[in-house]
């Protein structure tokens, strides 16, 4: 296995959570909906967040163990 690729699709997957949360956060701040509807959109975008994170934790551990 390249660890050079491993590494970098590593920390590109470990950023898509993170963009992801960013983003929601940047949109919520700019949205007037009413505080009961912004932490229902914050509680979606986190477990998308934690979904996207365990995607990336799976894909890594095939790349793992693909390469034994």
Same mark, same amino acid.
């Given at each position: 296995m390249d660890y050079k690729i491993y590494d970098r699709?590593?920390?590109e997957l470990g950023c898509i959570g993170?963009?992801?949360s960013r983003n929601c &956060? @940047?949109?919520? =701040?700019?949205s007037a909906a009413d505080e009961?509807?912004?932490q229902l959109v914050e509680e979606i975008c986190a477990a998308n967040t &934690? @979904?996207?994170? =365990?995607l990336a934790k799976?894909?890594?551990d095939a790349l793992i163990a693909a390469a034994r």
């Amino acid at each position: 296995m390249d660890y050079k690729i491993y590494d970098r699709l590593q920390a590109e997957l470990g950023c898509i959570g993170d963009e992801f949360s960013r983003n929601c &956060s @940047a949109i919520l =701040e700019k949205s007037a909906a009413d505080e009961q509807s912004k932490q229902l959109v914050e509680e979606i975008c986190a477990a998308n967040t &934690s @979904a996207l994170n =365990e995607l990336a934790k799976s894909i890594s551990d095939a790349l793992i163990a693909a390469a034994r």
